[in-house]
């Protein structure tokens, strides 16, 4: 089982910045052989999917933010955050902290761990 818990969500002005962490539980090996992801939700849609890094420190976007949002991991701290620079009003939702890996009871699957979410509210 993993614990993941995030920090440094908060209020900012439109085009501040911000830096979320997540901290997870559990064997620095597991950890290291995860991938990890940030997704964002706002009040009443879906959770979407903000930036991902592999294991190998290879990371993906979406497109909106590229340029923008950094994500980073710290394999010795079992760490991943992700910098987020010019926030935007409707980037305005709670974060969430993803870490996956295969099933080991069925490698043709994936499991995924969640933290509870820090909130990012970006108004003036």
């Known amino acids: 089982q993993v614990h993941l818990v995030e920090s440094g969500g908060g209020l900012v002005q439109p085009g501040g910045s911000l830096r979320l962490s997540c901290r997870a539980s559990g064997s620095r090996s597991s950890f290291t052989v995860s991938d990890l992801g940030w997704y964002c939700q706002a009040q009443g849609k879906q959770r979407d999917l903000v930036a991902i890094?592999?294991?190998?420190?290879?990371?993906k976007y979406v497109y909106s933010v590229k340029g923008r949002f950094t994500i980073t991991r710290d394999n010795a701290e079992n760490k991943v955050y992700m910098q987020m620079e010019r926030l935007k009003p409707k980037e305005t939702a709670v974060y969430y902290c993803d870490l996956y890996k295969k099933n080991p009871n069925n490698p043709s699957t994936t499991i995924h761990f969640w933290g509870q979410g820090t909130q990012v509210t970006v108004a003036s």
């Open positions: 890094i592999g294991k190998h420190h290879d990371t």
